[in-house]
């Protein structure tokens, strides 16, 4: 069958806390929303400055960031001494996150890991975008474990554990091991999207043309270390991305 379009939720769908400590909150991240405010030409929602104002804690901060485009869990720590211990929990990759993606084509192995060091590519040829990455000799190195949870209709819905955190990393590996995210603008099946969406937005035949009107990637799943104890955190998928999932065997 043909690939489907689903839209995503609206902006409207607020940040929530889905779990709370003293030291921190992990919250749900919207996809459409940015984590910290930045300046853009147009006003874009983002969660830090949502979650301070809900919470009236002013020293919410995140140890980590989420694209736009990318719903999931999202910690923000809680005052100065929380964002030290995250930031050396981060530096000393003690934190797991797992990611859930849905990507045009079907896997012959249920397991890889993707070994491949991440670099700018470089204007020129094919490639009209400043900031795309890629698989070049001189990257700085990447490693991302995959694994296959359910194949369906040319499609198929991954697990992605990234042991290295670099710009793009999931996407960018999909992209070199022939698996393109639904939705994914830079990285997809069409070059010329992210161009066209720089120029116009996000116009109906453009979300048409992706499927969804975002990337199919969401952050899981958290765990670290924290007080003695093993802290988990999990969500699950994003309604948007689930639609678009349950249609493909309608």
Do not use: C
Not at 226 to 250: F, I, K, M, R, T
Request: proline share 9%; glycine share 8%; no cysteine.
């Amino acid at each position: 069958m043909g690939d489907l379009t689903v839209t995503p939720r609206p902006p409207t769908d607020v940040p929530r806390v889905v779990l709370e400590h003293p030291d921190f909150y992990v919250v749900h991240k919207p996809a459409l929303w940015l984590t910290h405010p930045v300046h853009a030409r147009v006003e874009v929602p983002d969660v830090v400055t949502y979650m301070q104002r809900e919470t009236g804690e002013p020293d919410l901060s995140p140890p980590h960031r989420l694209d736009r485009e990318t719903s999931g869990a999202q910690v923000l720590s809680r005052d100065t001494d929380a964002a030290r211990r995250f930031y050396t929990l981060f530096k000393q990759h003690l934190v797991g996150k797992t990611y859930v993606a849905i990507v045009h084509g079907t896997p012959p192995w249920e397991r890889r890991t993707v070994d491949a060091p991440l670099g700018d590519v470089g204007l020129g040829g094919a490639n009209r975008v400043v900031i795309r990455q890629g698989a070049v000799p001189d990257g700085r190195p990447a490693v991302t474990e995959f694994r296959v949870l359910e194949r369906r209709a040319g499609h198929a819905l991954l697990e992605a554990y990234p042991r290295t955190g670099r710009l793009h990393q999931i996407r960018a590996h999909l992209s070199h091991v022939g698996l393109p995210m639904v939705g994914d603008k830079i990285y997809g099946r069409d070059p010329d999207v992210f161009l066209e969406f720089m120029q116009t937005g996000q116009t109906p035949e453009l979300t048409a043309r992706l499927g969804l009107g975002r990337q199919a990637l969401h952050a899981a799943r958290l765990a670290f270390p924290w007080d003695g104890a093993q802290v988990v955190a999990e969500l699950p998928l994003a309604p948007d991305l689930q639609a678009y999932w349950d249609a493909l065997g309608s």
